[in-house]
């Protein structure tokens, strides 16, 4: 996924093109994944943070494993 220029998308474009029902369907013929796409990581949360977390989640319309993943992107594309 990126712009027009080949620059991956900020969230926030990532945002505004997934809120169009004519790019939320799928392009292409299906492919089979030829290996799982992310390792598993145990976390553990305080139960009020979980619920602050799943709260979000569900207002991004997101799963809790893609909102959580989100975060992590957004504090690792961060300067130092």
């Known amino acids: 996924m990126s712009t027009d220029d080949s620059r991956p998308m900020t969230p926030e474009q990532e945002y505004e093109f997934y809120a169009d029902p004519r790019n939320q369907e799928p392009q292409g013929p299906a492919r089979r ?15 009020d943070l979980l619920e602050e977390v799943k709260r979000a989640a ?8 893609a909102w959580i993943r989100r975060a992590v992107e957004h504090e690792l594309s961060r300067p130092a």
Do not use: I, T, Y
Not at 58 to 65: I, K, P, Q, W
């Open 33 to 47: 994944r030829k290996r799982p796409l992310s390792a598993p990581v145990p976390v553990r949360f305080p139960a």
């Open 58 to 65: 569900e207002a991004d319309d997101r799963s809790v494993s």
